[in-house]
């Protein structure tokens, strides 16, 4: 016999109020729910805030380095063993010296063979001799003179000799002749000796104080004003509103001509680089104080030569200005980072993506994750495929362009399909918004773009070079801090140029400072700008140029 459960509603008194049960059941299910959905809505901003404050602590108080810790026991994504990797057998044992310190205990240590002796080499040796007076050569038995039988040395320092600063000045003698002069042609014939023309009219400025206001500013990022309290202290009170003029009036007059036949040589390469970080100039027409602006940066790709590396300032970030500055770009491939900036450059340009950005992405989902369960975190694993194509660059750099093409294909192309899997897979299950999701979601969107690399043995899997290129302005930015002007902002851009090419060729920016100002204001007399004249003189005098004197290149030792 079957039970009859009945169907009409259960209805009960409340507070004199007849009250349906099963309506009032109803209703707090979706309070729970609603409930249920905003606790997990909070919980996710919560962890959201939480891995704020971790990474804004990383970023204060941790270590920059992004050098891993945490390896996986996943076999097909595992990290290379360290001691395999380090090890080499063909390395000879370093010695060992004894050294006994005063509580007779013996403490071993590496000694370094040689260098010292490779830290001093090519500079300039003065040698002071010690020698004794003539009294104190006499001998106390025979008391006859003492020869010299030998001579040692007993150690080597290093001296610094401090900036010294000096007038120099100028004087031009003027040869006439004295028959003429007899003969009433007084001025017919005269001579005068050729002088230098001035750097800047009516200034006391020369390429050698020039250059180093420039060296100071822009190489070891001494701003302005303590320069001038520096050169106080050897005597010479120089404003640095004149060292400002200084800097803008030669980087407009001379360094503008061989900014601009270096950016036509960048054109004809088939690869370049880009990048841009922020700069505030303070006084912009139609613009806040606060806000901010760009120094861009193009530069040759690692494997062609030789190296150019140019900063251009712009007031925004818009796609426009490279779109712009690479007008005429006639070659295929930019490595840059994930902008979107960059996508509109052209249509016959391909844009190689950037693993050290995306590697970042997924160190920053590690770094929120609890110390103990970072090894075997998904984020981890994003990780490790980095990694392991980082490790394969760095066996193949040696190779050639064809070669590290066809290896790529045999040793990375798997990585990078296992590591297409795998972020396919996880996106399904990473939220969106959380550390992770960013980093699977930067991947996936920037794939074409990451893998990209297989295709030339000649592109990077990375934009390090770019960010290399670009540290030295932060790094001084972060002493000068902003900009006055705009046109202060487009002298450093044009410096910054002159200043990264010359050592990314192997020149002492000093040194070749000195010799390009002293150069250019002859070459800038020669006729205006553009000239066939000009532009084979400047051709000379580009960082790359055999005919550069050897007192601007940097030693080799």
Known sequence: MKTQIATTPVTIEYENQIINAQEVIEDLKKIIERKDTEITELRRQIDWFIAQIKKNNKRIFGQSSEKTEYVSGVEAISLFNEVEREADLNQPEPEIEEVIIPEHTIIKHKKQVGQRDKMLEGLEVETTEYVLNEDERICEIHHCEMPIIGKEVVRREIEIIPAKVSVKELVRYAYGCRPCETEGLYGANIAKAVVPPALIPNSVASPSAVAYVMYEKYVIAVPLNRQE???????????????????????????????EEMHKKLLTYDILQDDETTVQVLKEEGRKPTTQSYMWLYRSAERIAPPIILFEYQPTRSGDHPKRFLAGFLGKYIICDGYKGYDNISEDIKLQGCFSHCRRYYMDAVDVVPKDARADCEAMKGVEFCNKLFDIERRLKKCSDEERYQKRLVQSKPVLDNFFTWASETSKIALDKTRLGKAITYTLNQWDNLSRFLEDGRLEIHNNASEQAIRPFTVARKNFMFCDTVNGANASAVTFSIISTAQANGLDPRAYLVFLLDQMRFVVRAGPPGSEIVTEAISHLLPWSPDIPDSCKIKKK
């Open 229 to 259: 309290d520096d050169l106080a202290l050897h005597g010479l009170k120089l404003p640095r509103q004149t060292m400002a003029n200084w800097v803008i009036i030669c980087a407009q007059r001379y360094f503008v001509p061989v900014y």
